[in-house]
């Protein structure tokens, strides 16, 4: 007999007798919004051309608000287990702390909803939050299977995006970097180039890894031909990023193989990077795209210049004691800059999302403090409002608590993932896993955002929310 509470309504009784294979059904579509739904927003602002960044946070909104009711569901019928206490209390810190650096933040509303154009406030750290809640909770091998779906989609949508703004310099904000270098660099629907070279590479090791352990031929074929467009495209965010996530993405998929005693056939798979990867190269080598002839890496002008500076005025240009056209000048710049911002406020930081603020020392030449908040960042000259090292982003932003308090949930989940293989053998928890340490490996040259990381904390849950065998079947 089905139970009932006294005088409940029909959904409290319906979440009352959910089962866990129903609650892992409809988990799986908020872990495929949580893949899609920013990327769906922004095509609005990209396709039309209008500046309606804001419209990624009303995406971010829908799924995190629809992974937040399943977190609390799932953690109601007690489908996190108490093994998992070190990273459940590692969320708990890094929620409490975003909360207190609110509190003593240079502005209350930026920090709760985040900076317009960047909308990663105390809001989406919650709902980020509630994406690893609600894939923790997830012990359906069938839901995981579907987060590879999700990413396989949003990594084609974002990469269809990509090719357009490649070889028509349409629909972009990054078609040109300098007054005289066009580029054409791809930033799909993830906002900029480096925000879109952290999903190709998550999406790549996905693809190559779905080829090596899913079972179905049409979804190998699809993986196949998914890595060959994803590295495509991650090659013309000319980033730091793109090159070393697709190299990580190559070695975890090795990595995979040979853990799982896959046949060495298999290792053709990466060629289907490799490949894709030369042939970018090779025509910019030819001169074929906007105004270059040779390919190198131009993070600087996108960080700075073309995205920061000239798409959503949230910062100064960029000063003229760094070689912007110098990958490693710049971010050893960016580093050590916030490093002195960190040892000013080490322990609530500026506030979620503000670490422009307390780099403004002027309000422009006619000194007037009533100036818009985008004239006066213009004026400063040398700030910047990203430093593309999370964890140094969030020392910065949130306080040196909250960025030990990422590192323990990061460390402990990959360990969890690693342990859980060790004695399941189950080959999805080891792709996760896998996904998982590329993931926190890029936060030391990216930052988050809100087109990666949705992505990134669903499969972080993903990686330790299995108790099952090989096939994912649970446990006696």
């Not at 629907?189 to 190709?200: E, G, T």
């Amino acid at each position: 007999m089905a139970k009932q509470l006294f005088n409940s309504s029909e959904k409290s009784n319906f979440i009352l007798n959910m089962t866990e294979e129903k609650y892992a059904e409809i988990a799986s579509w908020g872990l495929i919004s949580a893949c899609l739904m920013t990327s769906l927003a922004m095509s609005v602002p990209v396709i039309f051309g209008n500046r309606l960044d804001v419209l990624a946070s009303a995406g971010l909104a829908v799924s995190g608000v629809f992974c937040m009711v399943l977190a609390l569901i799932g953690a109601m019928k007690k489908y996190i287990g108490r093994k998992l206490i070190v990273p459940v209390c590692g969320m708990g810190v890094i929620f409490l702390w975003a909360v207190i650096s609110t509190i003593f933040s240079y502005d209350a509303y930026v920090s709760l909803n985040g900076y317009p154009g960047r909308g990663e406030g105390l809001l989406a750290i919650v709902f980020y939050i509630g994406f690893f809640f609600t894939a923790v909770s997830v012990k359906s091998e069938k839901a995981r299977r579907k987060l590879i779906y999700g990413i396989l989609a949003n990594g084609l949508l974002n990469s269809i995006v990509g090719l357009i703004q490649i070889f028509t310099g349409r629909i972009s904000s990054y078609t040109k970097i300098g007054y005289e270098i066009e580029v054409n660099a791809a930033s799909g629907l993830s906002q900029s180039p480096l925000f879109l070279a952290m999903v190709l590479s998550i999406s790549i090791a996905s693809a190559l890894m779905g080829f090596v352990i899913l079972d179905s031929k049409k979804i190998k074929i699809l993986c196949i031909i998914s890595s060959c467009i994803f590295s495509f495209v991650n090659m013309f965010t000319y980033s730091l990023i793109g090159v070393c996530g697709t190299l990580l993405a190559l070695i975890s998929a090795l990595i995979m193989i040979f853990i799982v005693k896959a046949p060495k056939i298999k290792l053709l798979s990466l060629f289907s990077v490799i490949v894709p990867a030369v042939t970018a190269i090779c025509i910019v080598q030819a001169g074929f795209i906007g105004s270059i002839n040779s390919y190198r890496l131009y993070d600087g002008r996108l960080l700075w210049f073309a995205d920061s500076y000239m798409r959503l005025t949230s910062s100064g240009y960029f000063p003229d004691s760094v070689d912007i056209d110098d990958t490693e000048d710049v971010y050893y710049t960016l580093n050590r800059r916030t490093m002195d911002i960190i040892s000013s406020n080490p322990v609530t930081g500026t506030g979620p999302d503000q670490l422009i603020y307390p780099q403004i020392y002027t309000y422009g030449p006619d000194g007037s403090p009533e100036s818009s908040m985008e004239d006066v960042i213009m004026y400063n000259k040398g700030t910047f409002d990203r430093v593309y090292n999370e964890y140094l982003n969030t020392a910065a932003t949130r306080g040196i608590p909250s960025a030990l308090a990422l590192v323990m949930v990061l460390v402990s989940v990959i360990i969890t993932g690693i342990v859980k293989y060790k004695k399941y053998h189950n080959q999805m928890t080891l792709c996760m896993t896998m996904i998982t340490s590329i993931g926190a490996v890029l936060f030391l040259i990216g930052c988050s955002n809100t087109a990666f990381s949705p992505i990134f904390w669903a499969v972080a849950g993903c990686a330790v929310s299995s108790s099952g065998d090989k096939s994912g079947n649970p446990n006696p």
